[in-house]
Structures are given as structure tokens and as C-alpha cells.
């Protein structure tokens, strides 16, 4: 049987298989389906977010990516914010080249092309986020400035060449790689000497442990939830920034800041608990009537044939993502903010 090919990118078989490479029972979960998951990386993350990008998109923003937030503090502007902080944190300054490791639909690299004044690449391997992305670009009148690229981040080098930026970051997007080594050694490559690497990682904290069964089936909620191969403790992402030879700068997890407002909040689905009041309609979309709502719509959507098969089990997902995502934000084990500004050595250094 042959997958429907949509002119957008999406690929119907590919959705249709997202689930399949996760047991039912995540207690059930073995080193096989675990190893499965990142040999198929490509698979996994294409199928994801072919049926969850316009859920995102409806559901949170262009922006796919928590962050912190002050007493009152509208969404949109803590996304923003989250984006402004990694790049005055890295350094950037006007005319930079920089690479943006997964950049979804472009919503980071707008923001900080126009805060930083720099020139971005955004690398992305799925087709319907890419065309996506060209288009808000545009519409943003940046595309002189912002600019979008389909490659997968495990060939980086081979891609653009090393030494090819200035700076590079990642927004929550390299936990989608097989190995943290591989995917960090490749921004290595292509930094040029001297160059700042900055990331949002998405970690289990060093208070999880594997050996616990119920942390074991939190961490894959939190993988079938948002089409991720392995979930890897954050003492890991460490190790592998050093061992492919950067210098850390500054390393902290922002989710341990002391704020009043938890960055888990809008999917809590309370909207009393709405920061402002268009933000109320942000937070209903993840509280139960609004997931009702919207997953009813794309059932019926589905049976027409209006998105691929396969989307509203995606869609279901997210709902798992969620639950998962507020129980790893309450109990300390899940952070999706382990920042880490990271440096190339200086060809003296090397």
C-alpha cells in the first residue's frame, strides 16, 4: 500500500505509523523498542510532527518551546523573552552568522534575527514545517535575513562545511537526536574557531533514575508525547559537550529558578491561573473541553480526508505529553530549559 504524498510535504504513512514505535503499555518497554525508536530517529520525529505541527501551532504558537514566567506576564511575551535571554547569554551581535539546530516553523529565528540583528539559518529535516516557516518569513518581510534549510542535524558538516558560522543554538529540538555526541560533535564542526554554541536542552533531572519503574514510564510518556527517540538524564548532555570539545561557560537549569509562576502552568489547563486575559483562551485550549473540542474537530477532519491519517492519534499523544510533561515539571525529574552557553576553542587552543 502505497503513503499519499501531500503537497505541503506531509506524508500519510509516516503519521499513520507514529505510534507503532512505542508499546501500548510503557511499562512494557524494552531496550529493543528503545533501540528501534533511535535507529528510526528520521521516522519518529517526521511522523511527529507532520501531525502535530498545526496542533502546536492552534494549541501554543509559532514558538515550539516552554519557558519562565513573571507574575502577569503575557505568553507570547515569556517566549519571547526565553528567546531574547539565550541570545544575550551567547553574545550575539549584528551581522553574525548563526545556525538554528531544528528551527520548526521559524519563530525563534524571526524573534531573534530581529533582537540580535543577526542572520540566521534555520535547519530543519521535515518538509511541511520548512514550507511553513518560508512562509511566515515572508509574510515577516525577513527573508533577506532569515533563511531555511532541509538537512538532518547528525550531517551538519557535510552540509555546510566546518567552520561555516558564527554562532549556533538549539531551542528543545536536540533531544530529538540519537545521540547528544553526535549531534553536539557536528555543531562543533561547523562553528568556526572561537564560536558560541547555545542550547535549551530537554533533560530527566539528575533526581531520576532509570531503576525506578515509575521513572522509567514517566520518561517515555514524555518521549511518545513529543516524538522523541530517548529521553537521557541531563548529566549526559553534559558529558557530551565536553567530550566533543567544547568549553562550558555557563550551565544552569532555569526550571530550579524560584519563579511564582511554574513554566508548566498553561498545560495545566486551568484558566484561572491565565496570566492575562487573551491568555485565557491559550490556557482553555489545553484544559479538558478544549481538548475535547479541538480533538473531536480533527477526528471528523481526519474521516474527510482534510489531514492525514494518523493525526488524531498524534493528537492524542499530546494529550500524554501533557499530563506527562506537568507531572516531570511538579516532581523535579523532567526539565525541558537545561541551558548551557558553550565555546569552540580558538585556533590557538586547538
Given amino acids: 500500500m502505497t503513503s499519499t504524498q501531500y503537497s505541503d510535504g506531509r506524508q500519510e504513512k509516516r503519521v499513520e505509523n507514529y505510534t507503532k514505535f512505542w508499546q501500548k503499555d510503557f511499562g512494557k518497554e524494552g531496550e529493543t523498542d528503545n533501540q528501534n525508536r533511535v535507529e528510526s530517529y528520521t521516522d519518529v520525529v517526521n511522523g511527529y510532527y507532520d501531525g502535530a505541527t498545526e496542533l502546536y501551532e492552534y494549541g501554543w504558537a509559532q514558538s515550539f518551546h516552554f519557558s519562565r514566567f513573571y507574575k502577569g506576564e503575557a505568553f507570547v511575551a515569556s517566549l519571547a523573552r526565553h528567546e531574547h535571554y539565550l541570545s544575550a547569554q551567547m553574545g550575539l551581535r549584528p551581522g553574525m552568522r548563526v545556525l ?8 525563534p529565528a524571526r524573534e531573534i534575527a530581529r533582537f540580535a540583528d543577526v542572520n540566521i539559518v534555520g535547519l530543519n529535516n521535515n518538509d511541511f514545517q ?9 509574510k515577516a518581510g525577513l527573508e533577506n535575513q532569515v533563511s531555511f534549510a532541509k538537512g538532518d542535524f547528525m550531517k551538519l558538516s557535510e552540509q555546510f562545511g566546518e567552520n561555516s558560522f558564527d554562532a549556533v543554538y538549539a531551542i528543545e529540538a536536540t ?23 547555545g542550547v535549551y536542552e530537554w533533560c530527566m533531572t539528575d533526581t531520576w533514575d532509570a531503576s525506578i519503574p515509575a521513572h522509567k514510564e514517566l520518561a517515555h510518556a514524555i518521549e511518545f508525547g513529543n516524538g522523541i527517540p530517548e529521553m537521557r538524564p541531563l548529566k549526559q548532555a553534559r558529558e557530551a559537550m ?22 508548566y502552568y498553561p498545560l495545566e489547563g486551568d484558566i484561572w ?31 474527510l480526508g482534510l489531514l492525514p491519517k494518523g493525526t488524531y492519534d498524534v493528537g492524542e499523544s499530546l494529550k500524554v505529553a501533557a499530563d506527562a ?26
Avoid at 100 to 107: A, P, Q, R, S, Y
Fill in 273 to 303: 491561573k491565565a496570566q492575562t486575559a487573551w491568555d485565557c483562551f491559550t490556557v482553555w485550549r489545553m484544559s479538558w473541553s478544549g481538548k475535547l473540542v479541538s480533538h473531536t474537530a480533527i477526528k471528523f477532519m481526519e474521516m
Fill in 130 to 138: 520548512i514550507q511553513r516557516a518560508r512562509k511566515y518569513t515572508k
Fill in 242 to 263: 565536553v567530550k566533543v570539545g567544547f568549553s562550558i561557560e555557563h550551565e544552569e537549569d532555569l526550571a530550579e529558578r524560584p519563579d511564582e509562576v511554574p513554566w
Fill in 100 to 107: 538554528d539546530v531544528g528551527c520548526g516553523v521559524g519563530g
Fill in 175 to 197: 533531544v530529538h537526536a540519537p545521540t547528544w555526541e553526535g549531534v553536539y560533535g557536528e555543531i562543533m564542526k561547523v562553528l568556526k574557531p572561537g564560536g558560541v554554541f
Fill in 325 to 350: 510533561l506537568v507531572k516531570g515539571g511538579q516532581t523535579k525529574l523532567f526539565t525541558p530549559m537545561y541551558l548551557a552557553i558553550c565555546r569552540k576553542p580558538a585556533l590557538s587552543e586547538s
